[in-house]
T-cell receptor, first 109, second 112 residues
């Protein structure tokens, strides 16, 4: 079966750095996406990785290792508005997105 | 219209009733998707359409049907609603199947 694993919940302090991990087992791989979802709102796109390595975009970075079936999302200089759920999703061999259950990130002052 | 819209925002429905959730995008995206999101579970794909005139089944298609008569609209129909279809439904679109998806604001559906 296809499986995406990410921690259910994480807590971090404002101004700090947090890393959210995602491991996957899917039928084929055509890229990995990270989305942010604030409570009661729609998911919004953060990043896309298809090759191994680190992609940096402002305070957010995303890393991929295809051989390990592993990705992480790194958030720097945390702000209260970063409190949200972070969704990892893999594009499988049929070009369908397989979604993790999401990681709820709680930021404390 | 800017982006992707859904209607209604929320709905309470008696079991056995028929219901259509509407989704419209103005970005001329080829691909459109319907997901349901339940607490503790990831987004699950119900149906998708890679281009106008074609549709396909996702992970959880039973009890749902879709049509794609044109590029902009992708309605989702529940022929006879059941309580297990209580969920938040998101419509999404993308330029193609390999691109980022843009999501509508969602429809919160409760079936009693």
């Amino acid at each position: 079966g296809q499986n995406i694993d990410q921690p259910t919940e994480m807590t971090a302090t404002e101004g700090a750095i947090v890393q959210i991990n995602c491991t996957y087992q899917t039928s084929g791989f055509n890229g990995l996406f990270w989305y942010q979802q604030h409570a009661g709102e729609a998911p919004t796109f953060l990043s896309y990785n298809v090759l191994d390595g680190l992609e940096e975009k402002g305070r957010f970075s995303s890393f991929l290792s295809r051989s390990k079936g592993y990705s992480y999302l790194l958030l720097k200089e945390l702000q209260m508005k970063d409190s949200a759920s972070y969704l990892c999703a893999v594009l499988d061999s049929n070009y369908q997105l397989i979604w993790g259950a999401g990681t709820k990130l709680i930021i404390k002052p | 219209i800017a982006g992707i819209t859904q209607a209604p925002t929320s709905q309470i429905l008696a079991a056995g009733r028929r219901m259509t959730l509407r989704c419209t995008q103005d970005m001329r995206h080829n691909a459109m998707y319907w997901y349901r999101q339940d607490l503790g579970l990831g987004l699950r794909l119900i149906h998708y359409s890679n281009t106008a005139g074609t549709t396909g089944k996702g992970e959880v298609p039973d009890g749902y049907s879709v049509s794609r008569a044109n590029t902009d609209d992708f309605p989702l129909t529940l022929a006879s609603a059941v309580p297990s279809q209580t969920s938040v439904y998101f419509c999404a679109s993308s330029v193609s199947g390999s691109n980022e998806q843009f999501f509508g604001p969602g429809t919160r559906l409760t079936v009693l």
